[in-house]
């Protein structure tokens, strides 16, 4: 019996009570989020794993750092994004190595915050509840994008197995909840298998369920003292990039209590042979570029409004919360004054700031019906 063609229009659309994905007409989604681009993609989960003592904490420290104030590193692209660091393992430690990238005061607007206690991948109810609050969170942090990172798995999968695929595929299930709910990316920092460098320690349903897999590893004798890379072992939905080196430094915090000198581990991102290159692409010109550029400054004085209210801020201070817009102007401190300037003197003719006899700057103070323009906010 021959079998009739079914015509397009009778096809099923729905499936097992879900709508079913039309590979007719799908067209590539252009417009792919992320929080560094290339490399942690928006609404996945990666696993970094590497050997004690490799500088792990330093790295995702530097990492998040960078993408709670929106800066370029290594070469990458990152989106400012609101940071939520689950440290079970060393909250205080998590705190020192991120301190010489938001140290002074300076950085105080910037969305990067600890959580000091594990929560539980493999409990569905303590998901359930972490969920709602990074959404408040995020909320609260005025971002259009999250970070999360989970440190270490070990501490956060209560009486869960490593070894078990069950347990693990329980716990990445949940990780991937989270990030499928909030629109974050969730980062789980583990340890790699004591025989084999290149693979979590653990069961195998970690590489396979995770949608990114790096692993951090220290560089030959050859390099300079201190040198680690990332090496991208696995991307699901971009491609695999080159290594992402990083050098374990000393930073100087001071001199401590007694009198002795106070250092913190900090990993600086080497930058490309080819950086010049890629500058020369990200300057080109977005037709919405100005705009927003202007949409950050608004951003960074209502954050530093926010953290330090009544506070006058100068331009310098403005100009280092910008966040990803003004990137490329990095490599030129001249011009990214002259630029920030530019647009805080738009903000100034439009009433949206003001500006005191120092030259320093802060949201327009708004008058109330009831209050006349020189009466002191009364506090409720």
């Given at each position: ?300 004085l209502d954050d530093l409004a926010t953290s330090r209210p009544n506070e006058w801020f100068d331009a310098t201070t403005i100009r280092d919360n910008t ?58």
């Open positions: 019996m021959s079998r009739q063609l079914l015509n397009s229009t009778s096809m099923p659309t729905v499936f097992m009570g879900e709508s079913l994905l039309s590979v007719n007409g799908h067209q590539l989604n252009r417009d792919r989020r992320y929080v560094v681009k290339g490399l942690l993609m928006a609404g996945q989960v990666s696993m970094l794993c590497g050997a004690p003592n490799t500088g792990k904490s330093a790295v995702i420290a530097a990492v998040a750092a960078h993408v709670a104030k929106g800066r370029d590193f290594a070469g990458y692209r990152t989106c400012r994004a609101a940071v939520l660091y689950v440290a079970a393992e060393d909250p205080n430690g998590i705190a020192d190595r991120a301190h010489p990238y938001l140290n002074a005061g300076l950085n105080a607007a910037s969305p990067f915050n600890i959580f000091p206690l594990p929560i539980n991948l493999c409990s569905d109810r303590q998901i359930d509840h972490f969920v709602g609050e990074l959404i408040a969170y995020q909320t609260a942090a005025n971002c259009d994008r999250l970070l999360t990172v989970i440190d270490t798995l070990n501490l956060c999968i209560g009486e869960g197995d490593e070894n078990s695929a069950r347990d693990m595929g329980r716990a990445i299930g949940n990780a991937q909840r989270v990030a499928r709910e909030t629109g974050a990316h969730v980062m789980i920092i583990h340890h790699t298998a004591g025989h084999d460098g290149n693979r979590p320690r653990g069961s195998t349903a970690m590489e396979g369920n995770v949608d990114t897999l790096l692993t951090l590893h220290r560089a030959d004798e050859q390099q300079p003292k201190g040198v680690v890379f990332i090496a991208q072992r696995k991307q699901r939905s971009v491609k695999k990039g080159e290594p992402v080196a990083f050098r374990i430094q000393a930073f100087d915090g001071g001199i401590d209590s007694e009198g002795d000198r106070l250092t913190v581990p900090m990993a600086v991102p080497f930058e490309p042979k080819s950086s010049l290159a890629a500058q020369t692409k990200r300057k080109q010109t977005k037709p919405s570029q100005a705009d927003e550029r202007l949409s950050d400054l608004r951003r960074v966040g990803t817009p003004f990137n490329s102007l990095r490599d030129n401190t001249e011009s990214l004054g002259r630029i920030v300037r530019k647009f805080l003197q738009t903000l100034l003719e439009s009433g949206e700031i003001e500006k005191n006899e120092d030259g320093h700057f802060r949201v327009a103070k708004r008058e109330t019906p009831n209050s006349a323009p020189d009466a002191s906010p009364t506090i409720h």
